[in-house]
Structure formats: structure tokens, C-alpha cells
């Protein structure tokens, strides 16, 4: 079954180009598009999108409530942030309601179609220089929410930890295996205990509990 997409932007030039990049990508197809968040919602409930490319800013609902009313309307759609570099404030919000990444929009043909399917797979969408970017500068980093960051990533083996620390800085889970000498099957399996243990939505939202740990 080929991966659902929406793609969601008050452009229609944006759209376009978006679509025509996907359309070269044999197990892609897209499905739906939309103007603004709240038509974003409709359609992606409607035609039980896969992967719901989001627009931070739109008229009306913008991709942030869009993104938190997919949370709860629609919990198995992986979303995915379009953003540029001037809006790095609003991805952490995002961030904060469960999207699984953000995309800058100038992401070249190649890379955006493996960020889609990456995100069909439950993978964050984050490279490592932006991770960093965004989570070391916009996110709080107040003592008590670092103090509680800590005390529930106590309940993570030495081994977990090893492998949130790795994921929060970016790599995937075959770049993991490879550095741990482990089978990116293991990796999996020790990323799905993290979020269980953790209580994680998913491995974005566990990144930033280990960035805030370590503030």
C-alpha cells in the first residue's frame, strides 16, 4: 500500500512543487491537500492520511492547532512540520503537541521524500544540526523541568539512555545499531521500551526530554 499524504499550505505554489516531488516516489502517493488547518483536519480524517505535511503558518487554524487537533482526532497520523528558519520558535510548540519532525521547505526532492517515508515509519524527522538548533534554544530550560526530565529518565537502563542520547542527537536507528554494534531490529525494540517507560508519544517528544535533562 503506497504511504497517505496530505500536504497542507496556504500556497498553492508550495503545494504544487511538494506534490510533484512525491509523484516520483513509486510507494507515495498524495492524497489530499489543503489550504488551512481546519481543512487539513477534515481531509486527513477523511481520507485516513498516513503522513499529514503541515504549514506552520496558514489563515484561520494554523498548522500548530492543526497539529494538536490531529493529536486528538487522529492520533495514527504521523505530522510533519513545513517550517523555515525564522520560525524555529513555533516547532517547539509543535513539538510539545506530538509532530514527528519539521521539514525546512527548501529540503531537497531526494531528502523529502525519505523524511516521508521516515515519518510513515514513526521515525522523528529532525537532522542532527537542527535538533539541536531548536531544542538548545527555544525550549525552557527551567531547573524544575530539567529536574523532573531526570528523575523519569532514571527508570531507562544504561542502555536505553545510550540510545535516547543518540536519537536526541539525530541519528537514526541504523546509525545507532551500527555505533552500538547492534541490529537496527534491537534498536527498535529498545526505542519502543523508551517511549513505554517514558510515557513518550513519540521519539521527538523523547529527545526533548533527554535535551531537557541535560539542561
Known sequence: MPIRVLIADDESLIRSGIRLVLRHAGDIEVVAEAGDGA????LAVRHAVDVALLDIRMPGVDGLAAAERLAREAPGV??????????????ARALRAGATGFLLKDIAPDDLIAAVRAAAGGSAIL?????????????DRDGDRAAAARHRLAELTGREREVLGMHADGLSNAEIGRRLYLGEGTVKAHVSRILAKLGCANRVQAAILAHDAAN
Open 78 to 91: 504521523q505530522v510533519v512540520m513545513l517550517t523555515t528558519f525564522g520560525e524555529d520558535a513555533y516547532v
Open 127 to 139: 537532522s542532527p544540526q537542527i535538533t539541536r538548533h531548536v531544542i538548545d534554544r527555544y525550549l
Open 39 to 42: 481543512e487539513a483536519v477534515a
